[in-house]
């Protein structure tokens, strides 16, 4: 497997990489990483459907991309992504997955469509008061002091990070910014967790800086992820004759591992039918998804309380690992990840309105209609003073194909789930769907005499609690997670969040999807590069523009600076005159 830029590999049809006809595979989990590895076979690969078996414990495919409507609860969505478009891989794969909305078109012709004709930005990134505009005015409000502790971590090499927390590197002077605010409710970073995650973000994203503070920067699909990315690849493998085995826990792996030659040997999982193990050859090549951020999540009700239940259990993504790592040190440390969920934990809860009482509210403060079918809040908008770090969105209504045209469907969530709230003095996690609605209204500017009576009859809420949606934030080092193929490997790789794969960053779609492709190609040569992380932490450009763009349009020369400081900066802006890196300080601002 090697990496690649532009067009030439990008369009290349890989020829059948050799053996391929006496090969079969055999993947565990069905989750994004998962999907992707079995079409990668399937396309690049030119293995045969029939050839291909996804072994997935839960009754419907999709893991963490959730999006269903259950009997008797309703609509929920654990979550609504934010994605980009330098999601190398994942464009690279949806260009060849039909859409199962419009005839004709890719899932990616539909999102480009979708997304140039109605872009993503938003009129109200956070309020504070109770309804009231949180007056970001699109600033990052960073002081000088700010900026080069930002500047510091985005030029520290990895291994200066190994294990360090955020909290280690940084202090107020960041903490205190809106450019904290908006970053860690955006990407679901808590201070404790891990510096070298931070430092991966900013360079991953350097060329977004600029659209943070409004979302300009996103893009989203037309409906839930279930509906938009799942199926429509689910319905791919299925025309390929791909084997899927639903309610099927792999609960062991048996490796060979023979000096620096490593083989998984024996497949054990349980299913309906009892314990059964699938005796594995050098032809027989295994995925396997390792760890997972939606395990051991639970589902509450309007009436009910999503359980806070941590407990690893045989069959799940964890304790699965675990016993894979436990073989070689090389298959990662699972428990730098999983050790401690109240510090990996948060909720989402999915409201559905049910009648006109609520979307009044939702208009005030995204400042556009709800029901036209195009951008509503433009990505979440923070409540800046709430005890639970409340965010909340509506995407594009309908956000489920089966949504009533007067419903809306929506996403709160909370950063800190172990704090009482301002309005429902309980901790998000003791709370039923009806009081996190509560809370949420209020802190929509509801009359405080109208919020139960608007959460228990004009609104449907399902909280969701998920111990591990954090993990792989946790401070790591390196080898805490495997190489997406583990050096000696003969037939197996690992796949997801916790998969080892340069530059990307992790609570991605694409990062799934990479480990995907990467492993597929890497264990059957296939002959066509895998497109390197977007470069834009090399682009001179790029890194003079979010300079600018971070410290609100302020020019170099306005920085707080001590004599020596300012006699270099004029030495060195005296060495630039008349070359083209003047040209380009000016062209971004910066003198
Ligand atoms: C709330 C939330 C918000 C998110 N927001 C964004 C966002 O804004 N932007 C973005 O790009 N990404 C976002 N993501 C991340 C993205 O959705 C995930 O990273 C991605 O979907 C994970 O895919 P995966 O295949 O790696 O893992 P998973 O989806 O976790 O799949 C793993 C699968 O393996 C199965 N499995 C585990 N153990 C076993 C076993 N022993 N036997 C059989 N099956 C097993 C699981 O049941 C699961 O189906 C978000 C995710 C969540 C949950």
Not at 97 to 107: N, Q, Y
Request: with cysteine.
């Amino acid at each position: 497997m090697y990496y690649g830029s532009g067009n030439y590999e990008a369009f290349v049809r890989p020829r059948k990489p050799k053996d391929v006809d006496k090969k079969s595979a055999y993947i565990v989990g069905s989750g994004l990483a998962a999907l992707s590895a079995a079409c990668f076979l399937v396309r690049d690969g030119q293995m045969q459907g029939e050839k291909i078996h996804v072994l997935e414990k839960d009754p419907i495919p999709g893991g963490a991309c959730d999006g269903y409507q259950y009997d008797s609860v309703g609509y929920v969505m654990r979550g609504g992504r934010e994605m980009d478009n330098h999601f190398e891989v994942m464009w690279d794969l949806m260009r060849d997955i039909p859409s199962i909305e419009t005839e004709g078109l890719s899932v990616l012709d539909e999102y480009y469509y979708l997304n140039k004709d109605d872009p993503n930005f938003s009129l109200m990134r956070a309020t504070k008061e109770r309804g009231k505009d949180g007056e970001t005015n699109k600033q990052f409000a960073i002081s000088d002091k700010a900026a080069k502790q930002i500047m510091d971590l985005f030029f520290t090499p990895d291994e200066e990070l190994y294990d360090k927390r955020i909290q280690d590197i940084w202090d107020d002077e960041v903490f205190g910014s809106n450019f904290w605010l908006y970053w860690r409710t955006m990407f679901a970073f808590e201070n404790w967790h891990s510096a070298l995650e931070v430092k991966l973000y900013l360079k991953r994203y350097i060329h977004h800086i600029e659209g943070l503070p409004d979302f300009k920067a996103l893009r989203f699909t037309k409906y839930n992820q279930y509906e938009s990315m799942i199926l429509p690849m689910i319905k791919y493998l299925e025309s390929h004759n791909v084997n899927f085995v639903y309610d099927c826990h792999v609960v062991d792996v048996k490796f060979d591992i023979n000096g620096d030659r490593k083989q998984a040997k024996k497949l054990v999982y349980k299913s309906s039918e009892g314990e059964k193990t699938i005796e594995l050859t050098e032809n027989d090549l295994l995925f396997i998804t390792n760890g997972g951020c939606v395990e051991n999540s639970t589902m509450g009700s309007q009436n009910s309380v999503a359980e806070f239940k941590p407990e690893l259990k045989e069959g799940g993504g964890w304790d699965l690992w675990k016993r894979i790592a436990a073989q070689d040190d090389s298959f990662g440390h699972p428990e730098k990840f999983c050790y401690d969920p109240e510090q990996t934990n948060w909720m989402s809860a999915t409201v559905t309105t049910l009648d006109d009482k609520i979307p009044p509210y939702v208009q005030k403060i995204c400042k556009r209609d709800p029901f036209t079918g195009g951008v509503v809040t433009g990505g979440i908008v923070t409540v800046k003073d709430s005890s639970w770090l409340l965010s909340w969105t509506f995407n594009r209504q309908p956000q489920f194909r089966t949504q009533k045209d007067d419903q809306l469907v929506g996403w709160i969530y909370g950063l800190f789930t172990d704090v009482p709230g301002d309005y429902i003095k309980k901790p998000m996690r003791d709370c039923t769907g009806k009081e996190i609605c509560m809370e949420w209204l209020y802190h929509m500017g509801v009359p405080e005499e109208q919020i139960e009576e608007l959460a228990e009859n004009s609104a449907n809420t399902v909280p969701v609690m998920m111990p591990y949606i954090t993990a792989f934030f946790m401070p790591r080092a390196k080898g805490d997670r495997p190489l997406v193929v583990p050096e000696g490997s003969v037939n197996f790789a690992f796949l997801g969040q916790f998969a080892e794969t340069p530059r990307d960053t992790i609570f991605t779609t694409e990062y799934s999807m990479r480990t995907g492709m990467e492993a597929v190609y890497t264990l059957l040569n296939v002959e066509r590069a895998v497109p390197e992380v977007w470069a834009s932490t090399y682009d001179l450009r790029d890194l003079l523009h979010s300079s600018y763009a971070l410290r609100d349009g302020k020019k170099i020369t306005d920085m707080q600076m001590s004599m020596m400081e300012k006699m270099a900066l004029k030495k060195v802006l005296k060495k630039v005159e008349g070359t083209d890196l003047e040209k380009l300080l000016k062209e971004h601002k910066l003198i």
